[in-house]
């Protein structure tokens, strides 16, 4: 289904190699002939670029449609709905003719008509939905306009490989349960089954054969979702935004308006989970669990006084400062005093060589026929394979 498959795999085989060169695993001539060979069949540009042609691609595509709007005189409902629709289709295919007949790839053009393509679709079939009174409450039509705006973003993931709009379609659909008018704790509840649900799905979906660039955006899809677990069962997280006297009279709610069992269940989650998410990171070295950790722990440091009905007070994040420094030079010292300033993978030196800080297995597959010292390289010796995985039926 994805419009780049075989392209991302070798665009993250050729970040890799990057990483690979850097380290020292592999001779300048070895990584010119690997980057060659693994070069993939699209156009890119650079970042601003793509940012600009996005923009100005996103105001042409408003622009057309609200001059033929204005042009056609359209003030109905009704009218503006198809007028949408149809030009949500129009933008849409229009971004995947480019990408089929130019080979583009984060150009910026054809992702903005991607992206303005589905907005147009659902706006124009939410108008429509309104318009023959399908949609008769407000909470109604946020629910549908949810689900649809989700959808949408899924779809543009799966298809195009947007690794935000997965996010986005799971923040989409986290708005439904808030609709429903249920207690507040059935809310939380809804929404954390909702995040545990998708957590699944999306572990039993990847198989172990599934190329590199695949885990690796699942790996961040998980982490993300781990998150969304912790926000549903800390209750005590909005008090964040509070000033401390604000705080101090939400704390007369006693258990946050929640059952006590579940209060303090939810205490308990939120130091166990971060403990979870930091030790499967550390373990498989994936920075996003490692990173969500870390965010997950300092939330449960900030909030965990809330639960206890525990005082806060201005010095507080000047005591938390002094010692995350302390155990970060700490850190970096016993790490100095290991062999090779190594301990279980892992260093406090910038230039990481591959085989202490882990490479991915899944691309293993280009080095079977790696060259010898003098740098001359050797072509794959299997058959069926065509992105630099050595033949190994494109699994790397």
């Not at 979906?205 to 998150?227: H, R, T």
């Not at 269940?265 to 870390?294: C, E, N, Q, V, Y």
């Not at 525990?310 to 700490?330: K, M, Q, S």
């Not at 010898?372 to 033949?391: I, N, R, W």
């Amino acid at each position: 289904m994805n419009l780049y498959k075989n392209e991302e795999e070798n665009i993250y085989l050729q970040k890799e190699i990057k990483s690979w060169y850097k380290s020292g695993l592999i001779c300048e001539a070895q990584f010119d002939k690997f980057v060659e060979y693994a070069r993939p069949g699209v156009k890119s540009i650079n970042h601003f670029f793509e940012g600009l042609l996005f923009i100005f691609t996103i105001i042409f595509t408003a622009a057309v449609v609200g001059f033929t709007t204005w042009k056609l005189r359209l003030d109905d409902e009704l009218s503006i709905g198809f007028v949408f629709l149809f030009f949500g289709f129009a933008a849409y295919f229009a971004g995947e003719f480019l990408v089929k007949k130019y080979s583009l790839y984060r150009h910026g053009i054809e992702e903005a008509l991607a992206i303005s393509g589905c907005y147009l679709f659902c706006t124009g079939a939410v108008m429509l939905l309104r318009k023959y009174e399908i949609i008769l409450e407000p909470r109604l039509y946020v629910i549908i306009s949810s689900a649809l705006a989700s959808a949408a973003a899924f779809f543009l993931y799966k298809r195009w490989g947007y690794l935000i709009m997965a996010s986005l379609s799971v923040f989409a659909l986290s708005i439904i349960p808030f609709q429903l008018e249920l207690p507040p704790f059935h809310e939380r509840l809804l929404l954390f089954v909702t995040y545990a649900l998708i957590l699944y799905i999306n572990l039993r979906a990847e198989g172990p054969g599934a190329p590199g660039y695949l885990k690796f955006n699942n790996s961040v899809i998980q982490a993300c979702l781990l998150f969304g677990l912790y926000i549903a069962s800390n209750v005590r997280l909005q008090n964040l935004q509070m000033p401390l006297s604000e705080i101090r009279n939400i704390m007369l709610v006693k258990y946050a308006g929640m059952p006590p069992a579940a209060y303090w269940a939810s205490f308990a989650f939120i130091f166990i989970l971060p403990a979870i998410t930091l030790f499967f990171g550390l373990r498989t070295k994936k920075r996003a669990f490692i990173d969500m950790g870390a965010i997950m722990a300092a939330l449960t440091i900030c909030t965990y006084k809330d639960y206890l009905g525990w005082t806060h007070y201005v010095w507080e994040p000047i005591i938390f400062g002094g010692i995350l420094v302390t155990v970060a030079l700490a850190a970096i010292k016993w790490f100095e005093k290991a062999k090779d300033k190594i301990r279980s993978g892992y260093t406090s030196e910038s230039d990481l060589k591959p085989e202490n800080y882990g490479i991915d297995v899944s691309v293993l597959g280009v080095l079977a026929k790696m060259p010898a010292a003098d740098g001359s390289f050797e072509g794959p010796g299997g058959g069926g394979g065509t992105s630099g995985g050595a033949g190994v039926d494109r699994g790397f």
